[in-house]
């Protein structure tokens, strides 16, 4: 019996499919523009060809680092810019620091609110 584990299809919403295309076709753009090569682009941000392609296809077999690395390669400002996301993680940071630690599962059994 062969082990099929590690191709465990996922159901993606419609908005993180769009995403992913959009993703790509930025990169595509914005590589084309400045005129260079996959293997150009590919080399430049550290990744195979096919990991481009991949990118650039719109495919959720990526991984989210790679597709980072190739968007901000080709020159696309993820999230606002670095000054941006630094502001926005300071947030969260902090956003974090006033929650709990561990989030526990809560019981099936009926709600306690009798008090």
Avoid: C, Y
Wanted: glycine content about 8%; charged content about 25%; hydrophobic content about 40%.
């Amino acid at each position: 019996m062969k082990d099929n584990s590690s191709r465990i299809r996922r159901h993606l919403s419609r908005s993180t499919k769009a995403a992913l295309q959009l993703l790509g076709a930025e990169v595509s753009v914005m590589r084309k523009q400045k005129g260079w090569s996959e293997q150009e682009l590919a080399t430049r941000a550290g990744v195979s060809r096919a990991s481009l392609r991949a990118v650039e296809k719109g495919e959720a077999t990526v991984q989210v680092g790679i597709a980072f690395e190739v968007a901000i390669t080709v020159g696309l400002s993820l999230f606002g810019g670095e000054d941006a996301m630094a502001r926005q993680w300071q947030h969260e940071t902090e956003r974090l620091a006033l929650l709990p630690q561990r989030v526990r599962t809560r019981s099936a059994g009926q709600v306690n609110d009798d008090f």
